[in-house]
């Protein structure tokens, strides 16, 4: 069976680090993404990073979806930056709020994510479609559960079309997000965000940071397997699959990965849902 896949991406620091994306992205196009996406720096510290990796997948042939974070920014710097994506032809943005480095001042134009979703409306009106974040482990800094899904119904109604989620492996807690978002009347496609586990080390740092849960079965199981790199991939191929796999059977509108600019897991996991 087949349904709608996408792609993330960082951009790389270096050439060699360009070129390896390069070869990921080629292994992973065989397997028809809707679109690529690339993440930005908040603050904008990656810009040309990121929309340089964009231009080159678009030429590439492959739609591509331009992460756009707003904190610290101005209208006026956000209203350029728009401007040139719209040359470049991109027509997809993932608008998020972003996290500033500590030592950043916060500052900026714009507080969260809705009102710079709300300014892509004003501004460039249906020119982009709108992808915005959903959290359904909750975001680390919401006020309360209800908050964040308050937060979410605001980033929508201000003109999202769909979103992609935080990664998690519950797949119970993506199904209550998606229900209590429906009896809001929030019908936009929520994609759920899927994490291949790759390292340990990377997954329970990045969890930590981002709010998502590691199970503890799933936590034990990966400090038991300590270096040994071999069982820790095979392990969360075998977890990650089966994730996708319950997701796919319930119907979800998609799947997006966060490739960490490798190919190998995702692409795995890709022929093992018969991709
Ligand atoms: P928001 O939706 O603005 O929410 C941020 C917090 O504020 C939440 O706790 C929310 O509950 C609260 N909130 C929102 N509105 C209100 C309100 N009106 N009153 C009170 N509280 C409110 N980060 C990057 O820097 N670059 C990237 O490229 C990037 N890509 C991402 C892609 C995906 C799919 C996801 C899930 C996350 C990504 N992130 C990225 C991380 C993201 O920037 C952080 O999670 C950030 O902390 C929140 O961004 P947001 O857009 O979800 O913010």
């Known amino acids: 069976m087949n349904f709608p896949i996408s792609f ?3 951009p790389p620091k270096t050439p060699e680090g360009a070129d390896k994306l390069r070869l990921a992205r080629r292994a992973l196009y065989a397997y028809k993404p809707e679109f690529c996406s690339v ?23 492959v739609d591509a979806a331009c992460h756009f974070s707003c904190v610290g920014a101005t209208k006026a710097t956000v209203r350029q930056q728009l401007a040139a994506l719209q040359a470049m032809g991109v027509k997809r943005l ?11 001042g916060a500052g ?18 249906d020119a982009f479609h709108i992808e915005v974040a959903a ?4 975001h680390p800094q919401a006020k309360s559960a209800d908050a964040d899904l308050q937060a979410f119904a605001a980033k929508v109604r201000a003109g ?19 229900d209590d978002a429906k009896k809001m009347g929030l019908d936009v496609p929520v994609v759920p965000g899927i994490m291949p586990i790759i390292s340990s080390t990377q997954l329970m740092r990045f969890s930590d940071a981002c ?15 300590g270096d040994d790199l071999a069982s820790i991939k095979s392990f969360g191929l075998d977890v990650v ?30 022929k093992r849902l018969g991709r």
């Not at 904008?44 to 590439?60: N, P």
């Not at 709010?211 to 397997?225: D, N, V």
């Not at 997701?247 to 490739?259: E, K």
């Open 211 to 225: 709010g998502a849960e590691i199970p503890r079965w799933i936590r034990l199981r990966l400090q038991g397997f």
């Open 135 to 138: 959290y359904p482990e909750i």
């Open 94 to 104: 993932v608008a998020l709020r972003g996290d500033l480095p500590s030592g950043y």
């Open 160 to 178: 999202a079309n769909s979103a992609i989620t935080q990664y998690f492996f519950n797949a119970d807690a993506y199904f209550r997000f998606v």
């Open 241 to 270: 699959t089966d994730l996708c796999d319950q997701l796919r059977s319930a119907g979800v509108p998609g799947i997006h990965f966060y490739t960490m600019n490798q190919s190998q897991a995702t692409v795995e996991i890709c």
């Open 8 to 10: 993330e991406f960082f």
């Open 108 to 125: 900026g134009e714009f507080h969260y994510a809705s009102d710079l979703v709300a300014f892509i409306r004003e501004f460039t009106g």
């Open 39 to 61: 993440t930005f720096g908040a603050g904008g510290s990656t810009q040309d990073g990121t929309f340089g990796t964009v231009g080159e997948i678009l030429k590439e042939g």
